[in-house]
């Protein structure tokens, strides 16, 4: 439960950090207009893709951590180990593990069309920070796909990618950013 509660701690505290600055934009700046192009149109649609399609990454990774697979599952639930004996459910999971480096690529590549389409105001802080958020993910996901990387920055790779904190970051900035947006 240890694995847990730091991370409840952690959402917790990006939370508050985030609702303190949504409250200092909100108040300091006037609000951003949403723009209304025919680019911003088909951005938007993009948007609603890159959403889905980290919630269905994450979807692997609680299905993995429900499995009991994997150092995030260890790292979260240590000790738990659940007796599923449905082939489905593996072979599901088998598909969503070799595919998952090309879900990830497309999720980035889609999210960021989506963030140049529409303009993002980087002025926001929480814009500029997802897009550093999601290269990172990206970067070091590479890292642990490509055959040649060094086994230590492997290691470092892995700790750092395979991560729900990222996400919830992810999340929680862009959920504020564009509540200073529509506005
Ligand atoms: C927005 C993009 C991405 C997100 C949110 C993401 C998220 C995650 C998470 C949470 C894990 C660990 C838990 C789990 O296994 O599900 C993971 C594992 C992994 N990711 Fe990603 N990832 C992304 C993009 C990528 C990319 C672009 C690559 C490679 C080109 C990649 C390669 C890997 C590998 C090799 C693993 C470890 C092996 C595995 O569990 O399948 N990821 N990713």
Known sequence: MKGVKAFLIYTAIVFAVSVAYFIYVYTLYSPVPERETYL???GGGFGEVGLWALLFIYGRSLLKILLGKGTLAKRLLPGYSPTVDSPLIYRVLGILNRTHAYVGIATIAVILL???MMGMPMKILFFPAV????IWQGAFGMFLKWHYTP???RKFSYLVHA????GVTIGIFSYFGHLLIDD
Do not use: D, P, Y
Request: charged residues 20%; proline residues 0%.
């Open 163 to 166: 991560q729900f904190i990222t």
């Open 151 to 153: 086994k230590e920055l």
């Open 40 to 42: 911003s149109e088909i």
């Open 114 to 116: 989506h963030i140049f």
């Open 131 to 134: 897009l550093v958020l999601l």
